[in-house]
């Protein structure tokens, strides 16, 4: 403590977004932000910068509500061929989950669902598959009106 200011050593000494760069690259599985925040003053702009290059991923943990930034390996870089992509965008999936319970069976997988099952089910009980809307209700005149001493709310029930 130093007239009336507390001081704090950041855990890293880093210069800027290169040192930066190479302290996330040692840590492959990941670092916390919360680690490199107070490292240099500019820590928050050199991670984002470093994102938009494509060099970190920044992944926020929804859990825990922190933000862990891993290492982008240059070498990893895998470059797909268009053809396989258009393979890939060219594949018609069936749009009824009973078509793909049925493909699944027929490769002898088992699906996770049973949707004819379940649609027999809510047949039999008269369940229908999309809920009715709700209808609206509006404001009469023999509504109680709770904010009365707001009149130009009301206006529209005079007329």
């Known amino acids: 403590m ?3 200011v507390s001081l704090t050593r950041s855990k890293y000494d880093l210069k800027g977004k290169d040192q930066l760069l190479s302290l996330i690259r040692k840590y492959p599985e990941g670092l916390q932000v919360v680690e490199v925040k107070d490292s240099y003053t500019s ?3 050199g991670l984002q910068a470093l994102k938009a290059a494509g060099q970190v991923w920044l992944l926020s943990n929804m859990d825990s509500q922190e933000d862990i930034v891993y290492p982008n390996d240059p070498k990893v870089m895998i470059k797909v061929d268009d053809d ?3 393979l890939f965008r060219g594949i018609e999936l069936p749009r009824d989950m009973v078509d793909i319970e049925k493909e699944l069976q027929k490769n002898g997988m088992k699906p996770a669902t049973n949707t004819a099952r379940r649609r027999a ?4 009980h008269g369940i229908t598959s999309k809920p009715k809307p709700k209808k609206k209700r509006e404001i009469t005149k023999r509504t109680k009106l709770t904010n009365a001493h707001l009149p130009e709310l009301f206006q529209h029930l005079n007329t």
């Open 2 to 4: 130093m007239g009336g």
């Open 43 to 45: 820590d928050l702009e």
């Open 84 to 86: 396989l992509k258009q």
């Open 121 to 124: 089910m809510a047949q039999v």
